[in-house]
């Protein structure tokens, strides 16, 4: 049984068995779950809640966050203060709280900013690591990310091959995430490489699609959730 407190919660990639046993006790213990989404065009989404759904976790409290899919920083930054001030004021009320993400909890995660507000009102934050989304993609292609001495470098959105190219001078496996922003620009120069390439797209999902066989995207539409695996 846990105090009264705020955890933050990694879900994993999207699998919704792919949580571990700590996240998914306290998930059952607290009283109140704040989630994360977004809204595209008006119509939010959010990739988290089915998760929440599968575990049967609806009689709790649940309340979302959505995010405008844009680059402009200033809507994302008015939530997270207004949904830290939302956690302070249920904490102080007496409830037990969850704040959950997809992925893990310190990659990329927009739960890091909730934190950075939290701890600035000085509450008490503890954190559940998760299963990140390219270790499930390695596992779905069945290839090892690193063996012996080998260097990973983890990159968001690449814009042009040049910058592959260079990592490569010093990295033997680079991870490309959030690949869609700059797709269109290196896709054909990626083809041409003597590389091997491991394509991932909404891991752990109905949805899943992976591929080694880049032509297969020549005519795909990529989505957010999709990432790369390059090894020499």
């Given at each position: 049984?846990?105090?009264?407190?705020?955890?933050?919660?990694?879900?994993?990639?999207?699998?919704?068995?792919?949580?571990?046993?700590?996240?998914?006790?306290?998930?059952?213990?607290?009283?109140?779950?704040?989630?994360?989404?977004?809204?595209?065009?008006?119509?939010?989404?959010?990739?988290?809640?089915?998760?929440?759904?599968?575990?049967?976790?609806?009689?709790?409290?649940?309340?979302?966050?959505?995010?405008?899919?844009?680059?402009?920083?200033?809507?994302?930054?008015?939530?997270?203060?207004?949904?830290?001030?939302?956690?302070?004021?249920?904490?102080?009320?007496?409830?037990?709280?969850?704040?959950?993400?997809?992925?893990?909890?310190?990659?990329?995660?927009?739960?890091?900013?909730?934190?950075?507000?939290?701890?600035?009102?000085?509450?008490?934050?503890?954190?559940?690591?998760?299963?990140?989304?390219?270790?499930?993609?390695?596992?779905?292609?069945?290839?090892?990310?690193?063996?012996?001495?080998?260097?990973?470098?983890?990159?968001?959105?690449?814009?042009?091959?040049?910058?592959?190219?260079?990592?490569?001078?010093?990295?033997?496996?680079?991870?490309?995430?959030?690949?869609?922003?700059?797709?269109?620009?290196?896709?054909?120069?990626?083809?041409?490489?003597?590389?091997?390439?491991?394509?991932?797209?909404?891991?752990?999902?109905?949805?899943?699609y992976i591929t080694t066989d880049l032509?297969?995207?020549?005519?795909?539409?990529?989505?957010?959730?999709?990432?790369?695996?390059?090894?020499?």
């Amino acid at each position: 049984m846990i105090l009264n407190s705020i955890y933050g919660i990694a879900l994993g990639p999207g699998d919704p068995e792919l949580l571990t046993l700590k996240a998914l006790r306290i998930l059952k213990e607290v009283d109140l779950i704040f989630y994360p989404g977004s809204i595209t065009e008006g119509i939010k989404k959010s990739f988290v809640f089915p998760i929440l759904q599968y575990h049967k976790l609806e009689n709790k409290e649940l309340r979302g966050f959505f995010l405008k899919m844009s680059n402009d920083r200033k809507q994302a930054s008015e939530i997270y203060d207004s949904t830290a001030k939302e956690i302070q004021e249920a904490y102080h009320s007496g409830k037990k709280i969850a704040i959950v993400c997809e992925g893990d909890i310190s990659l990329y995660a927009s739960f890091s900013y909730i934190l950075a507000e939290l701890q600035n009102l000085q509450l008490p934050v503890s954190l559940v690591p998760g299963i990140n989304s390219f270790s499930l993609g390695a596992a779905q292609h069945k290839i090892p990310l690193s063996l012996l001495n080998d260097k990973i470098v983890v990159i968001p959105r690449v814009k042009h091959i040049t910058e592959i190219t260079t990592y490569f001078l010093e990295f033997d496996t680079v991870i490309l995430m959030k690949i869609r922003s700059g797709w269109s620009n290196f896709q054909s120069e990626l083809a041409k490489k003597d590389w091997k390439c491991y394509y991932c797209e909404r891991l752990g999902t109905k949805q899943e699609y992976i591929t080694t066989d880049l032509t297969t995207l020549t005519h795909r539409e990529i989505p957010y959730f999709s990432l790369l695996i390059i090894k020499k």
